[in-house]
C-alpha cells in the first residue's frame, strides 16, 4: 500500500497564502464590475455571492497569521478594501468590524499609515451603523488626522463626509451642512464624481432637516443626475428614496411613494438590504399619513425585521417607534406604550437625540 503524502508546514503556508491571495482578487474583481456601474454591478455582486465561502476563508487565514507573516499581514490588511461595497452591502456589521479590527492591527504592524487610517475610517462607518454616532466620530477624527498627515485628500475627503453624516444623527444639521461642504469641495477638486454624489445627497438631507425643503430637493435631483452618469445604482436608489422622503414632507404623497418604489426596486436589484429597509419603513410612514394604517404596520414590520438582521439598532429603534404612533391612532394605546418603551431602550443605549421625543409621548400615554 502506497504511504499518504502530507504536506509539510511550509507547503501548507504557501498553500494558505496562494488560496488568500486569488480569493482576494477575486473579491477585488467583483467590486471594480460593481463599480462599472449599470448590469456589472448585479455581475460584481453575483461574483461575491458565489465565492463568499473562499473568500472568508482567505481572509481568516490572513489574520491567523499576519502576526508571524509579513505577507499574510499584508494580505489581512487589504481584504476589507478588496471589496468594500459588497462586503457593505453583504456581510453583517459584526463581521465588517472584526476584519476591519484585524485588518488595522496589520496596518500597524507593517506601519502603513495611510492604510491605518483607511481602516479607522472604516471601523467609524460600521460603529455609526450599529448606532454608536459618538463611538462613530472618535473613529473618524483619528483618521482625518491621518489624512492630513499624509495628503491623503479623497480619505480626508471621506472623513470629513462621515463625520458630517455623525453630527447630522446627532441633530446637528448646521455642523453637518459645514462638514459636507468641506467634503463637497475636496470631491470636486480630485474629480471624485460618486463621492460628489454621496455629498450632495447628505447636504440635501440637512437642509430637509433644517426646513428647506425645495434646497434638498435641488441637491437630491444633482445627485440623481450624478449616479445616472457614473452607473452608481445604489447612489441612484438613495436619490430616489430620499426625493420621496421630501415630497412626503411637502404632503404630495402620491409622488413620495412613487419615488420610494422606484428606490426599493433598485435596493431589491443590487441586494442592499439597509436600503431596503429604510425605503419599506418610508412607504409606511406615507400609507400611515394617508389613514392607511395596516398597511403601514405591515411596512414597519417587514423593515423592523430587515433592521434587525442587519444589526442597525438605530433604524430598528426607529420603526418601533413609529409602529408604536401607528397602533396610537388605531387606539391600541397597550400595543403602542410596549412598542415605545422597546424603541426609547435602544434610544438610550445609543444616546440617540429621539430619546426625549418617545420619553415625552409615554408620559402622556
Excluded at 498627515?149 to 480626508?156: H, S
Aim: glycine share 10%; hydrophobic share 40%; with cysteine.
Amino acid at each position: 500500500m502506497s504511504k499518504r503524502y502530507e504536506l509539510t508546514d511550509a507547503e501548507q503556508a504557501e498553500a494558505g497564502k496562494a488560496h488568500a491571495e486569488f480569493y482576494m482578487q477575486c473579491a477585488r474583481l467583483a467590486d471594480e464590475l460593481y463599480l462599472q456601474g449599470r448590469e456589472n454591478t448585479l455581475k460584481g455582486l453575483a461574483l461575491f455571492d458565489r465565492e463568499l465561502a473562499h473568500i472568508r476563508a482567505g481572509q481568516a487565514w490572513a489574520a491567523k497569521n499576519s502576526e508571524n507573516d509579513d505577507n499574510a499581514a499584508r494580505l489581512c490588511n487589504k481584504y476589507p478594501d478588496a471589496a468594500a461595497f459588497a462586503v457593505h452591502l453583504r456581510l453583517g456589521l459584526h463581521e465588517q468590524i472584526s476584519w476591519l479590527e484585524q485588518a488595522l492591527n496589520a496596518a500597524r504592524k507593517l506601519r502603513e499609515k495611510k492604510e491605518e487610517g483607511n481602516r479607522l475610517g472604516s471601523l467609524g462607518i460600521a460603529y455609526y451603523w450599529l448606532g454608536d454616532a459618538h463611538k462613530a466620530i472618535a473613529y473618524y477624527e483619528r483618521a482625518l488626522a491621518i489624512a492630513h498627515e499624509v495628503g491623503d485628500r479623497l480619505g480626508e475627503g471621506n472623513r470629513l463626509g462621515n463625520l458630517g453624516i455623525a453630527y447630522y444623527s446627532l441633530g446637528d444639521a448646521q455642523k453637518a451642512v459645514s462638514l459636507y461642504e468641506q467634503a463637497l469641495e475636496i470631491d470636486r477638486e480630485i474629480g471624485n464624481r460618486r463621492g460628489e454624489g454621496t455629498d450632495l445627497v447628505n447636504l440635501g438631507l440637512a437642509y430637509s432637516d433644517l426646513a428647506e425643503m425645495n434646497k434638498a430637493i435641488a441637491y437630491y435631483e444633482q445627485a440623481l443626475a450624478i449616479a445616472r452618469e457614473v452607473g452608481d445604482r445604489h447612489g441612484e436608489g438613495a436619490a430616489f428614496g430620499n426625493l420621496g422622503t421630501a415630497y412626503g414632507t411637502l404632503g404630495e404623497f402620491p409622488k413620495a411613494i412613487h419615488y420610494f418604489e422606484q428606490a426599493l426596486a433598485i435596493r431589491r436589484e443590487i441586494g442592499d438590504r439597509r436600503g431596503e429597509g429604510i425605503d419599506l419603513g418610508n412607504l409606511g410612514l406615507v400609507y400611515s399619513d394617508l389613514g392607511d394604517m395596516w398597511k403601514g404596520i405591515a411596512y414597519f414590520e417587514e423593515a423592523l425585521a430587515i433592521a434587525r438582521e442587519m444589526d442597525d439598532r438605530r433604524d430598528e429603534g426607529l420603526w418601533l417607534m413609529n409602529m408604536a404612533s401607528t397602533w396610537q391612532k388605531l387606539g391600541d394605546t397597550d400595543k403602542a406604550r410596549a412598542l415605545w418603551q422597546e424603541a426609547l431602550w435602544i434610544f438610550e443605549a445609543i444616546k440617540d437625540p429621539r430619546t426625549a421625543k418617545v420619553k415625552k409621548w409615554l408620559a402622556e400615554l
